[in-house]
């Protein structure tokens, strides 16, 4: 079936891309695939993925999908694109008016079918062994027994003690060899005491795992047996993904990928189907974009509307694949804007140390990209060249910076902010109403492995992140919002604007977490600590610039 939409009026040559711009670019997408990505997010707010499907169903707990739309010329040169959804909605592979999905179906029913099958019963007899009356008896009389042993050390080890105190205190009072020879005797009769006990404990708890053994061991070969054949299965549905890319070469899922196991979803992603439909009805790729709808992942970051990337961990092997065959522009990445000198300004200046104004769009610290060699901390080395910045703001964080000017200050500030004795507080307007006046939100956070520098919320895996807020007005649709960080995690107070269990809201001109703007509307306003030598408190001062 042939699913393309051409667009009226046509694009002129000069709006159309000379060469493929390369799916992982950090920058927006062609303004063609952003025309084209707007058509299908008017169709989305009619209430509708495609026809049986309500957008109701990318509102649940588990989030929404990623859409992408692929700008396509056809051999006549008319312009038009392609429409797909990540994955499956609804358990459905196919939707109309969307791209297919890559693998061969008649292959993968003939595996998935018979497998799941399979899987679904050892998963019963998994859940039985895990229940088994026998088992759990003997998990319980092992754990009663270790209490057991547990309390008699400590009261054996409590007599001992005891005991020893009290040798001593005679050993102190006498000098008489055979008193001193009776008091060694009780000491090696307390350590075979000892040694006895912890015979007995080894002698019955062997007897316990003796009946336990057996069964872990049946459970643990049920679980072992159930994930070598959810292997296999996979292994065989991996297979049924054959493909081909615009040069004509092939390859399967499975050999694109290091030790042949692909991740979860690999080559379901929009953007694969998008290529390979396009390959398969002889039109030619011109652009691409991919964003997200529905409610954001129980980790938060992603936005309805917002462009991303294509992702590394499952697309990063396949897509170069796909667009083998066709000129493909090199990954253009985000760099920050060119500060001039008197953008950056110091507020406050000691012997040892400065408070400087760090502007929106300069680094804290060098990169580690080495083609990028500008940062605040670079700046004042060229003055001062031990210099170090004690804390960080983020790039498009605006505000109050403190930087050692060598390394005992920088050690004695550090000491400050890992106490949690400096005071920060931040202005920042977000993109919505905020309903609570104040409050405190505890959100622990790690990095997206998949799509640095972003954060996810990981209640599992992220770590502590505390911050308290307070609302300052209300105007327009949007908030102003002081922060005050009780943690430094790297993005701390974006993500906990924008999550949902936080504010629910991003911060304005947020390009990770909400929608791009000019700039970020968030400032380090406040910085307050005690001057390391004289002990006297500073407070220091910034308005926001907005």
Known sequence: MRVITWLEPQPLRDERPRVFPSPFDDLAPHALAQRCAELVKHDLRTGLIAPGFPTSVL?????????????????????????????????????EGYAPPVFDAELRIAS???????????????????????????????????????????????????????????????????????????SRKDDHERRTAEATVREERATALALLFPLERRLAALERLR????????????????????????????????????????????????????????LRPLALAEFWWGAPPPGGGRVEGMFFPACREKCGPVLPFFLGGLSVAPRQTWKPREVAEDELSVVHEDARFLVL???????????????????????????????????????????????ALDE??????????????????????????????????????????????RQLVDFEHGKAAHTRFQVLA?????????????????????????????????????????????RLLLHAEVLRFRHPVTAAPLELRAPAPF
């Open 59 to 95: 509102t649940r707990a588990e989030g929404g999908k990623m859409f992408g739309v692929l700008v396509v010329e056809s051999p006549e040169g008319r312009v038009g694109f392609l429409r797909a959804v990540s994955g499956q909605v609804e358990r459905a592979w196919r939707l």
């Open 112 to 186: 998935e079918i018979p497998a799941e099958v399979m899987v679904k019963g050892l998963t019963a007899r998994v859940d039985a062994a895990r229940l088994e009356p026998t088992l759990l008896a003997a998990r319980a009389d092992l754990a009663a027994l270790d209490a057991r042993h547990t309390e008699r050390r400590l009261a054996l080890k409590a007599q001992h003690t005891l005991r020893k105190q009290e040798r001593k205190a005679a050993r102190a009072a006498t000098t008489d060899p055979t008193a001193l020879h009776a008091l060694d005797q009780l």
């Open 227 to 282: 994930r070598v054949v959810s292997q296999e299965t996979m292994r065989r549905i991996w297979d049924s993904y054959q493909l081909t890319n615009f040069a004509g070469d092939t390859t399967t899922v499975r050999a694109l990928f290091p030790g042949g196991d692909p991740p979860s979803g690999a080559a379901d992603c929009a953007a694969p189907k998008l290529l390979n439909a396009a390959r398969v009805q002889g």
């Open 357 to 403: 104004h760090k502007p929106t769009g300069l680094l804290s610290v060098p990169a580690r990209d080495e083609t990028v060699t500008d940062s605040l901390e670079a700046r004042v080395q060229r003055r001062f060249p031990g210099a170090m910045a004690v804390h960080r703001l983020d790039l498009d964080t605006s505000g109050l910076l403190l930087v």
């Open 408 to 453: 005992e200050m920088y050690r004695l500030l550090q000491a400050q902010f890992l106490s949690r004795e400096v005071h920060k507080r931040y202005i920042a307007v977000l993109e919505g109403n905020v309903a609570k006046d104040e409050g405190e939100i505890e959100l622990p956070l790690r990095v997206d492995l998949d799509q640095r520098p």
């Open 474 to 518: 209300r105007e327009g649709g949007r908030t102003r919002v002081a922060f005050f960080p009780l943690t430094g995690r790297t993005h701390q107070l974006r993500v906990h604007a924008a999550h949902q269990l936080g504010l629910g809201t991003p911060i304005v001109g947020d390009r990770l977490y909400g929608t791009p703007a000019a």
